[in-house]
């Protein structure tokens, strides 16, 4: 995804006669699809590169030949048709070709009726293709224990080939040979079970047909109750909300997703909890409320002692009055709806999705809910919530869900907005746009143009400014916070560098409307200035403090992101490996932590899972295996794939692939099993199952420590970071 | 119960004598099994920082307690062998608790590329591919083959089932950058040195003789070297100077590793014999 | 290309095994915690395995065992079904005989209680102070009361004066010898013999230990020479029965020799009896110098018989009567009863009382009785006292009341504060430890052990 640093230009164009206003630089396909035209493709995916080989996508655009809509740019007074004959015909013809070819039903039509041509033939209303079947077998290719290949139904779309090398830059999969010999080889043609594929399923996921399914089910399970049901992809794929989602990824991670009743009464989840779970709720109502008592958390219990009882009427009250200010409003939840401060409860109906904040950024649980009525909802992990994201009638529903209910809320959270007519509320409902930004992206940088004012609907984003020696974070913000508008306001240039934690979604607000409304309503910029020059007093203050610590350091090793470091006093140490052996110990032979790692003082931050607030580990598992439970570690669930992107993806290499003994089915002789040697991640789990880490244990120096690195280094901190 | 009082004088012998040696025996017994305790890590048996206490605490007082049971004397053969045997482990304890608690502040702060002892010699290594490459940068191929993937397991989140896909996310040092061109006059000095001194150097950094194994003799060589070469090519001397940096500090933490786990040799040995002639003695004694 | 440093990197240099591959180092010390046992253990077995268990001895033998030093079976014997071997009493018993200390004794201690072996070359009967003291700290008696002070902890503690010199049912002890001896004036310069010449006895003149081979003095050959007819019986008080030195460890020099008169009176004091002959009487008993007279005198006058007629000096009449002078003619008989009885007059009532004690006409034929001389030769029975070791010191130094004794009876024994002048605890002191002057044994009750060693045997071991 791109990001937005300046204003786009906008470029005119008209679809199947409609005028449409698209940015420069959006594919004729992406322009149709924005505005409701769809086109229909095999070889595109919208994650993908698009490269442009099936034709399927042509449209006209009165140029003497038809154009491939997906590669195609608009230009400006471009004409597009998509539903003339030419462009039927074309499509029909294309499709009949492919499927005389095609081994009819293939492996996935048989397994989720879902395979791509198939459905597209079926819709284009191809029985018999009137071609004659290629006589050459190229075969299939059986040896994957995970994925069957049948190099005959593959169509030469290359999503594979581009699923493996640009989403999980695996570079296993190419194309080879010629004519009709040409096909999808692994390595250098090595039958797939040999090669260096580590059976992730991506390319199985983004295949279009069913030449490649899995073989196996890799066995997820959430912990079921008697309520609880895994179920064949094919009913999935009955439901709206599935339209679109690969059948074989469901068919792969089936037990990803269960379906759940639960009795009116039945607490559904409890706030506070950890979890790894979202549930989508597909009948009957559930309340959410917060069931901790509201208390203000500034009190202490009301003054203690005659002294402070007749000084703190003296007082002044906390300067930080914005905060206070939003969250007598409303508390934002990882819901659709956000509570009230004086009333937090709220209704949850069929199309609610709620968890996501846990499913996907593993925090814990924001609200308690309950079913009222008999529900039925869907409890997903976060590998299927993650497709069904990407996936666009589950977006959009989200999407709608989200403008009906709780934007407005949010917007009228921003103190500045307090004065806003409600007409101009419905304006913007309709015209914000909801962006998404993976963990780590820049949402705007420090010394851009200024070009939106954004919301933050889920996730946190960091703000930050960068300074000789460092980064310095100013406040993290999360749902219902807002930012961007310091820039807007003077001289159109970003003061501060706001990135994404975690997975966020922001509701941006264009520059055009931030403008009209702050001409339309005095009272919001009054309210913005004086915000403004708030902030540039405290970040100020702050630049002060900061400059006397060496917090660059602790910044720069990330170690503000770690919840819990361990760190090895090497005034004490005496490099004995006594921690190591005990690592060992507990974790059958293999260590889960390294002597080795960069210096913060006199200790060593030792290279062992730091349980980071925002585990970047997390992010793509393809079967959910890495999760936060119910507590703080994180932790490698056993049917782990080792594809080794948590492993990549850990910036401080605190997980390892290991090779571990697994039986798995013989398939030469059925009935038995043989042990296989299958590498899987290993990373520190705190060692829950004993009571201290093993490491702190074992140290007989007192060297070995587990802290939280806030609190351990505090005083060299300065008492406390932004927020 | 006073020893003294006895009519054949203090000895071991006597009801206090046997006391003493009891005692004695069973505090060095409990400081041996510290050596098992380390076996079992995860056992929940009392942290390992409690027994190390109880080690020192125990075994320094078994000396006294000792010399109470043998009356101060050293007595025959058997009984002075133990007593040396025991002098010598107490002795070199309290040298070991000694250097344990300050060489790792000294080898903090001297080694500050400190990395794990037992895989310096990879290290050292990898050290030399870097020194290679960068320059190779430089002068081109030298002809040092890349030694093969052996058989080990990397740490840091590394694959060795999946060479491709690490070359692309991060080796163990960085990307190979652009080649810098210069003239083969320009980069005979580079060349020669690395050849003659730097890589021998890196090889064997602790063999007498090398100017690099001095800091301020080797930063001189390198100034040196760098009035010598143009300025494309700084960056690669200064890395070059860090590496041969790492590599000295490598040395010193050897040898402060050796100091500060060597006195082991002499302690665990002897009070291996020491127990188990204490328990012949025992029942020798006994005996007689 | 500068180099950067992050911890995947760092961590990606490690090999994810490397705490469980050997080292050197971890080599060595496998190596060496398994090698220098077995060498310890060899050097047992082989000791084991030599059947020499000379290492495990404590220590030294005293040098009378040394012999017995690579044969720890001679005293360390394996009592059937049991595990220990120490050193029994039977053992030592197999040679020595350790007669009992006293019958009646209420505690009974093992050999090794005192005698601790595997000292070194060391004296074996040298036992602690707090051995006796086990008893003696605090004397119990079987019945009535005990006859020896009840806390004696050591010489230095509770020890207390000599016998000899304790005052007794609060008189003061004297000495029983009845040979009447002013030591202050023979201290003195005197005349020797009735005319002789000035001169300054000491005390060796007349004292000397019994193995003594120095020349007395101021002895008389012919007196020591002769044979007399009294016995040791009439001389010598018996000791008391009281703990003896072991026998054969004596040297004969320990005690004083009872003073003869032949060897240190003779000298000086004549026996004279009348001043026609030469010669004294010989020192015998009362009968034997009757019959010695009645001889001399007949053999004079048988020799000069012309002294029959003898006129008497009227100026010799001892009666102090003046007297007649008258010419007697005596029968020879006559002559000689009266010679005898002037000879016996002076005698009895002055030479022989001068120092004897004697009762004049007590006896037969009106012959003196002699009391028996009563001399004591050992002063502390319970104490084995060596002169020849002190034989350094002035005799004085020690006896110093000997100088200003005029009395037969006062004991001249030195007090035990001049013995305690350097028999006191401290290395530059004498030993002043129990054994130093006590035995435990009652050697008087001694048996033979009949001896069980052989030349062979002790060369190989027993065996």
């Excluded at chain 1, 950890?274 to 009301?302: C, D, M, N, W």
């Amino acid at each position: 995804m791109s990001t937005i640093t300046r204003l786009p230009e906008l470029v005119e164009i008209t679809i199947d006669g409609r005028p449409v206003r698209v940015a420069a630089g959006t594919s004729v396909f992406d322009a149709a699809r924005m505005n409701g035209t769809s086109i229909p493709t095999l070889c595109h995916l919208q994650n993908e590169t698009p490269v442009g080989v099936c034709r399927l996508c042509v449209v006209d655009t009165g140029a003497r030949v038809l154009t491939a809509s997906c590669v195609r740019p608009v230009e400006p007074g471009m004409k597009v048709v998509t539903n003339s004959e030419k462009v039927f015909n074309a499509r029909k013809t294309l499709l009949e070709l492919l499927m005389a070819d095609h081994p009819s039903p293939c492996a996935r039509q048989d397994k989720s009726g879902d395979c791509e041509l198939e459905t597209w033939a079926k819709a284009a209303g191809i029985t018999q293709p009137r071609f004659a079947k290629r006589t050459v077998s190229r075969g299939i290719d059986d040896s994957s224990l995970a994925i069957a290949v049948d190099h005959d139904a593959c169509i030469l779309c290359d999503r594979c080939i581009r699923g493996c090398d640009e989403i999980r830059n695996n570079f296993v999969l190419g194309r080879m040979g010629k004519g009709y010999s040409a096909g999808i080889a692994f390595d250098l043609n090595a039958p797939m079970g040999d090669s260096t594929c580590i059976s992730c399923g991506e390319c199985m996921v983004s295949c279009p047909t069913g030449a490649l399914t899995n073989k196996t089910v890799v066995g997820t399970s959430i912990a079921g109750g008697l309520d609880s049901q895994g179920f064949e992809a094919e009913e999935l794929l009955q439901l709206p909300v599935f339209k679109g989602v690969s059948g074989t990824f469901l068919e792969l991670n089936r037990g990803a997703i269960v379906k759940r009743r639960f009795h009116p009464g039945e607490i559904v989840c409890r706030e506070g909890e950890f979890g790894s779970t979202a549930f989508y709720i597909l009948e009957g109502k559930a309340r959410v409320s917060l069931s901790s008592p509201i208390a203000h958390v500034k009190t202490q219990g009301g003054a203690k002692g005659l002294f402070k009882k007749l000084t703190s009427t003296l007082a002044a009250r906390d300067t930080d009055v914005r905060a206070e200010e939003t969250r007598d409003r409303t508390i934002p939840i990882d819901a659709p709806v956000d509570l009230a401060y004086g009333n937090p409860v709220a209704e949850l109906g069929p199309g609610d999705l709620f968890g996501e904040m846990t499913c996907m950024n593993f925090y814990p649980r924001s609200a308690t809910v309950i079913a009222e009525t008999d529900v039925v909802a869907f409890e997903m992990l976060r590998n299927v919530l993650d497709i069904m994201m990407k996936n666009k009638s589950f977006r959009a529903q989200i999407d709608q869900n989200y403008r009906k209910r709780a934007l407005e809320n949010h917007l009228r959270g921003v103190p500045m907005f307090a004065g806003l007519s409600p007409d101009f509320i419905e304006h913007l409902k309709g015209s914000v746009e909801l962006q998404r930004f993976a963990p780590g992206q820049v949402i705007a940088r420090q010394g851009d143009a200024a070009g939106s004012f954004y919301l933050v609907r889920i996730g946190f984003v960091k703000i930050s400014e960068t300074y000789p020696g460092g980064e310095l974070v100013l406040a993290y913000l999360s749902r219902g916070d807002y930012f961007g508008e310091i820039g807007l306001l003077g001289g159109g240039v970003r003061t501060a560098t706001c990135t994404a934690l975690d997975h966020v979604e922001v509701v941006r607000i264009s520059g055009d409307d931030f403008r009209d409304m702050v001409e339309r309503f005095p009272s919001v910029r009054q309210g913005l200035e004086a915000v403004a020059a708030e902030r540039g007093a405290q970040n100020q203050q702050r630049m002060q403090t900061v400059k006397s610590v060496p917090i660059d350091q602790f910044l720069s090793q990330g170690l503000m992101e770690a919840q819990s470091l361990l760190i090895l006093d090497l005034n004490n140490c005496t490099r004995c490996d006594a921690c190591v052996n005990a690592c060992a110990d507990a974790h059958d032979g293999v260590t889960r932590l390294v002597r080795e790692g960069l210096r913060f003082e006199q200790y060593l931050v030792a290279t062992s899972c730091r349980q980071c607030r925002d585990p970047l580990c997390m992010v793509g598992c393809p079967v959910g295996a890495i999760r936060r439970r119910n507590s703080l570690e994180v932790i490698i669930e056993d049917w782990c794939i080792g594809c080794g992107l948590c492993a990549r993806n850990c910036p401080y290499g605190n997980i390892n692939l290991h090779p571990f003994d697994v039986m798995v089915e013989d398939l030469e002789r059925p009935g038995r099993k043989k042990a296989v040697v299958k590498q899987k991640a290993t990373s520190c789990d705190l060692c829950t199952h004993l009571k201290e880490p093993s490491c702190v244990y074992a140290c007989p120096h007192d060297a070995a420590h587990r802290v939280d690195p806030r609190t351990f280094f505090s005083e060299m901190l300065g008492g406390g970071t932004a927020k | 119960m006073d020893a003294t009082s006895e009519p054949s004088g203090p000895h071991g012998g006597s009801v206090v004598g046997l006391t003493f040696g009891v005692i004695g025996f069973g505090f060095m017994i409990f400081a041996a099994l510290l050596g098992a305790r380390k076996r079992v890590p995860t056992w929940r048996i009392g942290r390992a920082q409690a027994w190390m206490r109880g080690h020192l605490w125990l075994g320094l007082l078994s000396l006294p307690v000792i010399l109470f049971h043998g009356g101060f004397h050293f007595g025959g053969t058997l009984t002075s062998v133990l007593m040396w045997l025991l002098i010598i482990t107490v002795a070199s304890g309290v040298f070991g608790a000694a250097l344990q608690h300050y060489l790792p502040r000294v080898m903090t702060t001297d080694v500050k590329l400190e990395t794990i002892y037992d895989e310096i010699g990879n290290v050292r290594k990898l050290l030399r591919e870097e020194a290679d490459r960068g320059v190779e940068t430089i002068c081109g191929p030298l002809g040092f083959g890349k030694s093969e993937k052996e058989e080990m397991q990397r740490a840091g989140g590394f694959s060795a089932a999946r060479a491709m896909a690490a070359t692309s996310s991060g080796a163990a040092v960085a990307a190979v950058a652009e080649t810098v061109v210069l003239t083969e006059e320009e980069r005979a000095p580079l060349r020669k040195f690395y050849l003659s001194e730097m890589r021998p150097f890196l090889e064997q950094p602790k063999l007498r003789g090398s100017r690099l194994g001095d800091a301020d003799k080797a930063h001189g060589t390198f100034s040196g070297l760098q009035t010598l070469m143009p300025p494309a090519a700084q960056t690669t001397l200064q890395d070059l100077e860090d590496i041969c940096d790492e590599a000295r500090q490598l040395v010193r933490q050897e040898r402060l590793h050796d100091l500060l786990h060597g006195w082991l040799l002499v302690h665990i040995p002897i009070s291996l014999a020491l127990i188990l002639l204490g328990a012949v003695h025992a029942v020798m004694a006994l005996r007689y | 290309m500068a180099r950067t440093r992050t911890t995947k990197k760092l961590a990606q240099r490690i090999d994810l095994n490397y705490f469980k591959r050997p080292t050197a180092l971890k080599r060595a010390k496998f190596w060496l915690s398994v090698g220098v046992p077995v060498i310890a253990l060899a050097w047992i077995g082989w000791h084991g395995f030599a059947r020499d268990s000379r290492v495990y001895s404590s220590g030294r033998m005293t040098e009378a065992h040394a012999v017995l030093e690579a044969d720890c079976a001679a005293c360390h014997v394996q009592t059937a079904g049991m595990f220990s071997a120490a050193a029994s009493d039977a053992a030592c018993l197999s040679c020595h005989d350790g007669p009992l200390h006293h019958a009646a004794a209420t505690k009974s201690v093992g050999c090794a209680t005192c005698h601790a072996e595997h000292r070194g070359r060391v004296n074996l009967v040298a036992a602690r102070n707090e051995a006796c003291a086990e008893c003696h700290g605090d004397l119990k008696a079987n019945s009535g009361v005990a006859h020896y002070t009840v806390h004696i902890e050591s010489f230095e503690d509770g020890h207390p004066e000599f016998g000899a010199l304790r005052p007794l049912n609060g008189m003061v002890t004297h000495d029983p010898g009845t040979i009447r001896v002013n030591h202050a004036i023979h201290m003195k310069p005197i005349r020797r013999g009735p005319n002789g010449p000035n001169v300054q006895l000491e005390c060796g003149d007349c004292h000397q230990s019994r193995g003594a081979t120095a020349e007395w003095k101021y002895a008389d050959t012919s007196y020591a020479s002769a044979n007399v007819s009294y016995s040791e019986q009439d001389e010598v008080l018996p000791p008391k029965i009281g703990t003896l030195p072991r026998p054969g460890h004596e040297s004969g020099c320990e005690l004083m020799a009872p003073v003869k008169f032949a060897n240190s009176c003779a000298g000086c004091h004549s026996l004279a009896f009348d001043e026609r002959f030469n010669e004294g009487v010989p020192h015998d008993k009362p009968e034997v110098v009757h019959v010695f007279l009645v001889k001399k005198f007949s053999e004079y006058i048988a020799a000069h018989p012309g002294d029959l007629r003898e006129m008497r000096n009227p100026g010799h009449d001892l009666s102090g009567k003046p007297v007649q002078p008258v010419v007697r003619p005596y029968t020879p008989n006559e002559w000689v009863g009266a010679r005898i009885k002037d000879a016996e007059e002076l005698l009895w009532r002055k030479t022989c009382k001068q120092c004897h004690a004697l009762a004049v006409g007590a006896g037969q034929n009106n012959l003196p009785v002699v009391e028996p001389a009563r001399t004591s030769v050992k002063w502390m029975p319970h104490a084995k006292f060596d002169h020849n070791a002190h034989r350094g010191f002035a005799c004085a130094s020690c006896h110093e009341k000997a100088l200003s004794s005029t009395e037969t009876s006062d004991v001249l024994l030195p007090g035990i504060a001049t013995c305690k002048t350097c028999h006191a605890p401290g290395p530059e002191r004498a030993e002043s430890r129990c054994f130093e002057c006590h035995t435990y044994h009652d050697w008087s009750k001694r048996r033979e052990v009949k001896p069980t060693f052989t030349l062979p045997a002790l060369g190989t071991n027993g065996r």
